[in-house]
T-cell receptor, first 114, second 112 residues
Framework: DSGVTQTPKHLITATGQRVTLRCSPR?????VYWYQQSLDQGLQFLIQYYNGEERAKGNILERFSAQQFPDLHSELNLSSLELGDSALYFC?????????????FGEGSWLTVV | DAKTTQPPSMDCAEGRAANLPCNHS???????VYWYRQIHSQGPQYIIHGLKNNETNEMASLIITEDRKSSTLILPHATLRDTAVYYCIVRVVNNAGNMLTFGGGTRLMVKP
């Protein structure tokens, strides 16, 4: 158990809809990262937050957005969903103080768009 | 971050050591070598990391060449549960954290 918690574990929704994926980082971790893994793309970095502020952005679509709240949990919002958005979405967290910023991953949220 | 090169797949007999190579010839002096693995759609699992010295923990050993251009992850006694995709990643570490950039990894198949 990495200590990173993601909900929901599985989600099925229709095209055009909007979903929110939630991540609780390890206790005290200030950095949160979001990754997408689809069958043909491997693990793709989407976005990183550090202590509530966006720190780095990867290949995140404009239809996707994220935020990190004062209690350090994070949400990834996916809107106007398309079939191609079906993927595993991973959240990860890290802490300089606790682990020299080694990144630990949650078990992911499976999103299926039908 | 520097890119890494790994063989796409490897086999290993159960109980034998698995030696997974990684080439990172363009690594910078402040970049660490990290190893993660992913067991069939589970979250990537941290294994070990190092800067220039060899490292060992309860899961594996990491051997980094003196010029730091390559490294080897060693699983001393592979079991069937070690079947996974193994990722070698180089990464600068700072106090706010930097993301990991995953490549294709090595698919390790441990066989009975």
């Amino acid at each position: 158990d990495s200590g990173v918690t993601q909900t929901p574990k599985h989600l099925i929704t229709a095209t055009g809809q909007r979903v929110t994926l939630r991540c609780s980082p390890r206790s005290g971790d200030l950095s949160v990262y979001w990754y997408q893994q689809s069958l043909d793309q491997g693990l793709q970095f989407l976005i990183q937050y550090y202590n509530g502020e966006e720190r780095a952005k990867g290949n995140i679509l404009e239809r996707f957005s994220a935020q990190q709240f004062p209690d350090l949990h994070s949400e990834l919002n996916l809107s106007s969903l398309e079939l191609g958005d079906s993927a595993l979405y991973f959240c990860a967290s890290s802490s300089w103080v606790d682990s020299g910023n080694t990144i630990y991953f949650g078990e992911g949220s499976w999103l299926t768009v039908v | 971050d520097a890119k890494t090169t790994q063989p796409p797949s490897m086999d290993c007999a159960e109980g034998r050591a698995a030696n997974l190579p990684c080439n990172h010839s363009t690594i910078s002096g402040n970049e660490y070598v990290y190893w993660y693995r992913q067991i069939h759609s589970q979250g990537p699992q941290y294994i070990i990391h190092g800067l220039k010295n060899n490292e060992t923990n309860e899961m594996a050993s990491l051997i980094i060449t003196e010029d730091r251009k390559s490294s080897t992850l060693i699983l001393p006694h592979a079991t069937l549960r070690d079947t996974a995709v193994y990722y070698c990643i180089v990464r600068v570490v700072n106090n706010a954290g930097n993301m990991l950039t995953f490549g294709g990894g090595t698919r390790l198949m441990v066989k009975p």
